[in-house]
């Protein structure tokens, strides 16, 4: 159970942006991917919720193939994307409508999550209206609102404003008291107030993977170990 990855590895044409990576989340844990610039973190994420297809290496998903069963593994993970790519012309309550539609969720789930990641006073609005820490919100609404057992994020508080990312962060903090989430984030703050765990990737490879205490038991502080271990 939980998400199993085992030697993953992707080119872009002659960029390997993937070596052989493998490592296991079980069900429940709160993972922060980091890396430098270029290290492969939205290529990971991209691969384990099937928006890209690997070259080698295998996923699954909750004991799903994620490339042979894309449909059950689908289910069960929700994907805010890095640049969070929403319908700009529909209105915020429309496209949440058609979410649902696609994924067989009950409409009732709109307003709930609305109100769960701060949207109620930008509903009326179309999405090409909003600011980006509220597109950001469109985002993790969508990502969230099947309730999946998985939430992967990448960067969820990129863009946001000091205050919209505390929220957004007690947002996915609540989701991780009982779910399984990977997040990625350059924000060092950020892992350690949602995370349990650290994999930190280099040039497509995993170079530490280990709890936030680990971490701080060698180095003087997270930022340190980034800098050490990645420089
Ligand atoms: N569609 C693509 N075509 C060609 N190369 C790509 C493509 N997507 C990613 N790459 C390359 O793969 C490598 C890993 O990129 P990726 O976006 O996964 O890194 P990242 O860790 O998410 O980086 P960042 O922190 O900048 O978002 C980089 O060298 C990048 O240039």
């Not at 805010?80 to 309550?93: F, G, I, R, W």
């Not at 709930?112 to 993790?140: A, D, F, N, T």
């Not at 530490?208 to 038991?217: N, R, T, V, Y």
Request: aromatic letters at 6%.
């Amino acid at each position: 159970m939980g998400i199993v990855i085992k030697d993953l590895t992707k080119k872009y044409g002659e960029q390997l942006a993937l070596d052989k990576v493998s490592f296991s989340i079980k069900n429940g844990e709160v993972v922060g991917l980091l890396g430098p610039n270029g290290a492969g973190k939205s290529t990971l994420m991209k691969s384990i919720t099937n928006a890209i297809n690997p070259d080698a290496g295998e996923i699954s998903v909750n004991d799903f193939n994620v490339s042979t069963q894309p449909i059950e593994t689908k289910k069960l993970i929700g994907f805010l994307q890095e640049n969070n790519p929403l319908y700009m012309d529909m209105y915020v309550k429309e496209y949440l409508e058609f979410v649902t539609n696609m994924r067989d969720v009950k409409k009732s789930k709109i307003d709930e999550v609305i109100e769960r990641v701060g949207l109620l006073p930008e509903k009326h609005k179309k999405i090409h209206q909003l600011s980006k820490g509220y597109k950001q919100r469109v985002g993790l609404a969508q990502a969230i609102i099947s309730s999946p057992e998985i939430l992967i994020l990448d960067e969820p508080t990129n863009g946001l404003d000091p205050n919209q990312i505390i929220e957004i962060r007690e947002v996915i903090k609540e989701i991780g008291r009982e779910k399984t989430v990977i997040l990625s984030t350059h924000i060092m703050q950020e892992v350690e107030a949602l995370c349990s765990r650290v994999i930190l990737l280099n040039k497509g490879k995993i170079i530490a993977d280990q709890s936030i205490e680990e971490f701080k038991g060698q180095y003087k502080s997270l930022e340190e170990a980034f800098h050490i271990l990645t420089k």
